[in-house]
């Protein structure tokens, strides 16, 4: 049997070194900031880049360095591992997947790649999900199979309330910055399966409380199961995050349902007190990513 290694990145908002104990490898995306590169969750913390969106500090993200990406797949090789498999922030947001295939090819290592058109607790799952079944003995199209599942049935709904800070990232066009704030429209945003992993508006409305409602009633006209597992993430808004949780513990009783921190690649781009809603059917094998330490279980 194929000797395979697993890599992620930090699109996960996990770190290298709990990965690693994990038995996963994990690369972190680069963050620029005055021109300056950082890795993320290595020498930025997540704090720090909070302040910097308080204090309006420009800040980019970007696919991890190709050179780091080479000298671990190097690494990798050494070994004694014949192939990758891989599962990074998607496609629809980053090139780190076609980073990461070019890579293995350059090393002489065999590739898989799977893209989870959305980041976070999905990838994070799906990496965890990839590497339990290949021990177990599954095959790797069955591997793919079940990830694809996983992936079809999920979405992730953002909710921005500084469309300027999505103005000045180039996620949002002026003139339509502009309507937002004149109008007070709050859009919602989404990316899954159907939109390739790319951040398409989804509806727009007048209120955040609105905006929370069309949330709910649409993964439910998703048919999101009612053993869902559900994470709402936030921007330094943990009391919104909290009350806008308890509203799907009304209407999925039986889900898991947390609240975290908005990883800060993405959260770079929505700008403070941004809600993001994960929501997806987890399969036979729950999200072990989080708990009480790191998350606020509703």
């Not at 308080?54 to 780091?68: A, E, F, I």
């Not at 947001?93 to 295939?101: I, V």
């Not at 309507?179 to 727009?204: F, M, N, Q, R, Y």
């Not at 349902?257 to 929501?279: F, K, P, Q, Y």
């Amino acid at each position: 049997m194929m000797k395979l290694a697993f890599v992620t990145d930090s699109g996960t908002g996990f770190s290298t070194e709990y990965w690693k104990e994990k038995g996963i490898y994990s690369l972190p995306l680069q963050l620029t900031i005055d021109g300056k590169p950082y890795a993320e969750g290595e020498n930025i913390s997540y704090d720090q880049i909070i302040d910097n969106l308080h204090n309006q500090v420009m800040m980019k993200t970007s696919l991890p360095s190709l050179g780091r990406i080479e000298d671990l797949f190097e690494e990798i090789k050494k070994d004694g591992f014949d192939g990758v498999f891989c599962v990074p922030i998607c496609r629809g947001l980053s090139g780190t997947l076609d980073a990461m295939e070019s890579a293995a090819n350059q090393v002489g290592l065999a590739f898989y790649g799977f893209d989870c058109f959305t980041t976070a607790v999905l990838q994070g799952h799906c990496i965890e999900t990839a590497k339990s079944m290949y021990e177990h003995g599954h095959t790797i199209e069955e591997i793919m199979a079940e990830l694809e599942t996983i992936a079809k049935h999920a979405d992730t709904v953002v909710l921005c309330d500084d469309l300027q800070h999505m103005k000045r990232g180039g996620r949002l066009t002026p003139a339509a910055a502009m309507l937002g704030g004149l109008l007070k429209i709050k859009p919602i945003l989404h990316l899954d399966e159907s939109t390739a992993g790319k951040v398409d508006v989804l509806d727009k409305v007048r209120t955040m409380s609105r905006a929370q409602d069309r949330i709910i009633d649409h993964l439910a006209e998703v048919n999101l199961p009612e053993n869902a597992d559900i994470t709402v993430a936030h921007v330094d808004s943990e009391e919104a995050a909290v009350k806008f949780a308890q509203k799907f513990r009304a209407k999925y009783p039986k889900a898991t349902i947390r609240v975290i921190d908005l990883v800060s690649a993405v959260g770079i781009h929505t700008g403070l007190n941004a809600l993001c809603v994960e929501a997806f059917d987890p399969g036979s094998r729950a999200v072990e990513l989080y708990t009480d330490q790191n998350s606020i279980q509703i």
